[in-house]
Structures are given as C-alpha cells and as structure tokens.
C-alpha cells in the first residue's frame, strides 16, 4: 500500500519563509514530486527529488531523504499569492504517481 | 498552459445516469491518468493508460471504466451516477521518467 502524509493546514506570514514536510511509506520510489493547487484549478508542478539532498528553484526548495522516508517543500519570501494546497507525490513502480491529501497554506499579512 | 486538454469544464447530470469524460494528452505524451478530487479531498488515483493499453489501476470503482485510442485521447466514462460522484476529475500526461502534467479538469455535479 501507499502511505503518504502531510499536514492538513499552516499558516504563514507574508515575506517569512515556511516548511512543508511529507512522509512517505510506499512499495516502490522513483522520485517525489510537490505540485501547488489552487482551490478548483489543476495541480501544477513545482519541484522534484529522484537523489537524496536539495533542489532549487528561485523561491522554492525541496530536500529528499530516502532512508528516512522524508521530504519538505520550503517556501521564501512568501507572497499573498502562495496562498494554496501544496501536495506530495510520490512515483512508484510503474511509473505511477500517488499523492497526498495536500497541506494548505495560508498567507496572511 | 499544460497541453493537456480536458471536456467539458463542467457536467451536470442526474443520479443512475451516465457521463464521458474526455481527454487529450500532451503532445508526444503516451501515458494519460485519470484522479477524483472530491471537496476538500486529495488527488485519488484512478487508473493509468500507456499507449493504448491500461497499465495501473487504483481505487476505481467498477461503474467507472476508462480507455485510451490509438490517437491517445482518453475517456472516462461513470455509469450509474451517485451523489457521491461528484467531484473533480482530472486526467494527467506523461512522458517516461518526467512529472505529470494536469488538465483543467471536469467538475462533475449529480443532483
């Protein structure tokens, strides 16, 4: 079976920097991937680790461990429109992709 | 834009009735996915298609089946529609080894 787990909600202040972590047990990995969604658009693709360590795109980092069955999402200079569901994916065996229920995040001033 | 093209926006039928669901992958994409989002759900997998043939299947119900064509155009088709099916279906591409690319999805209402 495929577990993979997030919190449901954070809230973060506007110009600050948050983390969003995911733990995951699954039968097969071939990479984990984080996807934004706004509240009725599609998901749309952020950030991906196949190797242990840390990516980097502009505001956007993700840091993978497999051992641990772990990774986060960090957000910088957080801006209004970050306000959203960040998800966790997952690609197993097969080129399947399994996602968490999503952590929403909430941007205040 | 992702490429991938997704009808209709919007379906709104009665409960027992049946629906198709259609989708267009990225160019060059051989592998489409379908998910439901219900209201405040995560992304449920449905099943996978690669190439015309069906590759994975996740928690699809059995009044629920899908296909994909030699042209790679999907469909989803839901039979005997029930309250509980509504929700947002979102049909995915792919090309080996690279993220999943969202259409903007079908919001299916059964009243």
């Known amino acids: 079976g495929q577990n993979i787990d997030q919190p449901t909600e954070m809230t973060a202040t506007e110009g600050a920097i948050v983390q969003i972590n995911c733990t995951y047990q699954?039968?097969?990995?071939?990479?984990l991937f984080w996807y934004q969604q706004h509240a009725g658009e599609a998901p749309t693709f952020l950030s991906y680790?196949?190797?242990?360590g840390l990516e980097e795109k502009g505001r956007f980092s993700s840091f993978l461990s497999r051992s641990k069955g772990y990774s986060y999402l960090l957000l910088k200079e957080l801006q209004m429109k970050d306000s959203a569901s960040y998800l966790c994916?997952?690609?197993?065996?097969?080129?399947?992709?399994?996602f968490g229920t999503g952590t929403s995040l909430t941007v205040i001033p | 834009d992702s490429g991938v093209t997704q009808t209709p926006k919007h379906l709104i039928t009665a409960t027992g009735q049946r629906v198709t669901l259609r989708c267009s992958p990225r160019?060059?994409?051989?592998?489409v996915y379908w998910y439901q989002q219900s209201l405040d759900q995560g992304l449920q997998f449905l099943i996978q298609?690669?190439?015309?043939?069906?590759?994975a299947k996740g928690n699809i119900l059995e009044r629920f089946s899908a296909q994909q064509f030699p042209d790679l155009h999907s469909e989803l088709n839901l039979s005997s529609l029930e309250l509980g099916d509504s929700a947002l279906y979102f049909c995915?591409?792919?090309?080996?080894?690279?993220?999943?690319?969202f259409g903007n999805g079908t919001r299916l209402t059964v009243t």
């Open positions: 995915a591409s792919s090309p080996a080894n690279s993220p999943l690319h």
């Open positions: 699954t039968s097969g990995f071939n990479g």
């Open positions: 680790n196949v190797l242990d």
């Open positions: 994916a997952v690609r197993g065996t097969g080129n399947q992709f399994y």
């Open positions: 160019s060059g994409d051989l592998s």
């Open positions: 298609y690669y190439n015309g043939e069906e590759r």
